[in-house]
């Protein structure tokens, strides 16, 4: 699968695509007589895959934004992106068999496979059974804590979010078990009564951030609260 990358489009294309395909970039241009070379024997290489790889092609006349992002001293220039992040990346007009090569290097393993089927049924089993593969796995991690807030386990979910990175999604859920382990309220009402024990009071602080981090940027109450915790703290 090829498809042509912008500036416009890297994010979705690129980076968001990457977190469940590997995407192989190419950065060429029409007057780069190697690029001409490169370009069909990646197509073809990445082809054979049946998409299990992607390839982005990224005309770096028409994009130096991208060009400047990766970098790019000479082209063609070609990166490989698993998961957000450059995992690999050579420049010039490689053979077919080194190029086979590194396109193998993206493709998922037995496991890799299999735990994108448990992940994709959702399930508490198979969650759990993600994790006994890859116990760093961090949507089986927030997957199976936000089920055990739910049931009212806060205390088991947070125990299973400190095994992975603090991440948006890893905070969300943690505050969502922290605030479940709470007499259920308005938050309106908890807010108002903890904004006045916010400045000298470390658990009350916790619970105000952990109740703005539940409510969410889209709340439009949220933005409001954020500005009287800094106005009492500062």
């Given at each position: 699968?090829?498809?042509?990358?912008?500036?416009?489009?890297?994010?979705?294309?690129?980076?968001?695509?990457?977190?469940?395909?590997?995407?192989?970039?190419?950065?060429?241009?029409?007057?780069?007589?190697?690029?001409?070379?490169?370009?069909?024997?990646?197509?073809?290489?990445?082809?054979?895959?049946?998409?299990?790889?992607?390839?982005?092609?990224?005309?770096?006349?028409?994009?130096?934004?991208?060009?400047?992002?990766?970098?790019?001293?000479?082209?063609?220039?070609?990166?490989?992106?698993?998961?957000?992040?450059?995992?690999?990346?050579?420049?010039?007009?490689?053979?077919?068999?080194?190029?086979?090569?590194?396109?193998?290097?993206?493709?998922?393993?037995?496991?890799?496979?299999?735990?994108?089927?448990?992940?994709?049924?959702?399930?508490?089993?198979?969650?759990?059974?993600?994790?006994?593969?890859?116990?760093?796995n961090e949507r089986a991690v927030v997957g199976l804590a936000d089920m055990l807030t739910a049931r009212g386990e806060g205390d088991k979910a947070l125990a299973l979010l400190a095994r992975v990175p603090e991440t948006d999604d890893v905070r969300r859920a943690a505050a969502a078990a922290r605030v479940s382990m709470r007499p259920a309220d308005d938050f309106d009402d908890r807010l108002a009564?903890?904004?006045?024990?916010?400045?000298?009071?470390?658990?009350?602080?916790?619970?105000?951030?952990?109740?703005?981090?539940?409510?969410?940027?889209?709340?439009?109450?949220?933005?409001?609260?954020?500005?009287?915790?800094?106005?009492?703290?500062?």
């Open positions: 699968m090829s498809i042509d990358v912008t500036d416009a489009t890297f994010e979705t294309e690129i980076l968001q695509r990457s977190q469940t395909t590997p995407v192989v970039v190419d950065l060429w241009a029409p007057w780069c007589g190697p690029c001409k070379v490169l370009g069909p024997i990646l197509e073809k290489v990445v082809d054979a895959t049946n998409g299990k790889v992607v390839l982005a092609k990224v005309n770096v006349d028409e994009n130096p934004g991208l060009a400047q992002a990766f970098r790019v001293q000479g082209i063609p220039a070609v990166f490989a992106i698993r998961d957000g992040q450059v995992v690999d990346a050579f420049q010039g007009a490689l053979p077919e068999r080194d190029v086979a090569s590194f396109v193998a290097g993206l493709l998922p393993t037995e496991d890799d496979e299999r735990i994108s089927r448990l992940l994709a049924a959702g399930d508490e089993a198979s969650l759990v059974e993600v994790l006994q593969l890859d116990p760093g009564e903890l904004i006045d024990r916010v400045k000298g009071d470390d658990d009350a602080r916790q619970q105000f951030v952990d109740i703005l981090e539940l409510m969410g940027p889209e709340d439009p109450r949220t933005a409001q609260w954020r500005k009287k915790l800094t106005a009492r703290l500062y």
